[in-house]
């Protein structure tokens, strides 16, 4: 296939224990790739922005081989024989690296390799075989919404080109309320907080009001309390970002664990209803 375009996607990754335990979501990211792929084609490379790959100023990893990262611990022991073994795009890298560069955004290359588990574990449902080039973009955590939001539309014109631009994070997350207690409960009911959070969430995104969203710690319902640290939601600003200045995003999975960690997906851009409608087909 020729011109082959994707829209970019915004997947909440959760716990680590997402890889062993896939619940609701992975449920969903294991019909995601293969829905993707029948929709619009496979991805000839993934450019990967994750909520654990953080740094002063962009980079991009641009080995020719990537292995799983486990950066975490305290987690059952059978995380740590997972692999996710992927090809990297070192050429991508170079031009990637132009494009930001010629919009005046700074910009590094690194010969280092590597997947966290923002990115590995969704990508292991998504595409098992792992053979799909991936490129990770660390990005600067300082940066606010605005200007991720311009990284992210630098990256557009490789969306036409067939790479599937992934931001990994998640919807909310606050690790303090899911561990207060020390009783972990993954089946707690939705607090009304994540709720209302994420509805007004869907609500801006559909209404593509940027104004607001650029704007959600003062804006959004409970933002300090659903991010007090917001690493984990600004990739989805990198990926609205390439989906377009005049297009809305589109909520594809609605799920949450431990009542607070929102599970949420979404997809961006003028593809972002196809992509919807195929994964409604699949469902039914």
Request: glycine residues 8%; proline residues 9%.
């Amino acid at each position: 296939m020729d011109n082959l375009t994707l829209p970019p996607l915004f997947i909440s990754h959760g716990s680590p224990m997402t890889a062993l335990e896939p619940r609701e979501a992975g449920a969903f990211m294991q019909r995601l790739g293969p829905t993707l792929e029948a929709a619009f084609g496979r991805p000839r490379a993934i450019i990967a922005v994750s909520a654990h790959s953080l740094t002063r100023e962009p980079v991009l990893l641009a080995a020719a081989r990537h292995e799983a990262v486990y950066d975490f611990g305290g987690f059952d022991d059978r995380l740590y024989t997972l692999r996710y073994d992927a090809p990297g795009a070192p050429e991508l890298a170079a031009r990637v690296t132009a494009a930001l560069r010629a919009k005046g955004l700074p910009v590094h290359e690194s010969a280092e390799g590597g997947l966290d588990h923002g990115i590995w574990t969704p990508l292991r449902f998504m595409f098992p075989d792992a053979d799909i080039p991936v490129l990770p973009l660390a990005w600067p955590p300082d940066w606010p919404p605005a200007r991720l939001f311009d990284l992210g539309h630098a990256l557009a014109p490789f969306a036409d080109e067939g790479v599937l631009i992934m931001g990994s994070g998640s919807i909310t997350h606050n690790l303090r309320r899911v561990f207060a207690g020390g009783r972990l409960n993954a089946d707690q009911p939705a607090t009304p907080e994540s709720t209302a959070f994420r509805d007004w969430f869907v609500e801006r995104g559909a209404a593509h009001d940027l104004k607001a969203l650029f704007d959600y710690r003062a804006q959004a319902p409970h933002a300090a309390l659903m991010h007090p640290t917001d690493e984990h939601l600004l990739p989805w600003y990198v990926a609205a970002g390439a989906g377009g200045r005049d297009t809305a995003a589109l909520r594809l999975h609605d799920s949450q664990t431990f009542g607070d960690l929102g599970m949420d997906a979404y997809a961006f851009g003028p593809l972002a209803p196809t992509l919807a409608s195929a994964l409604e087909r699949t469902a039914a």
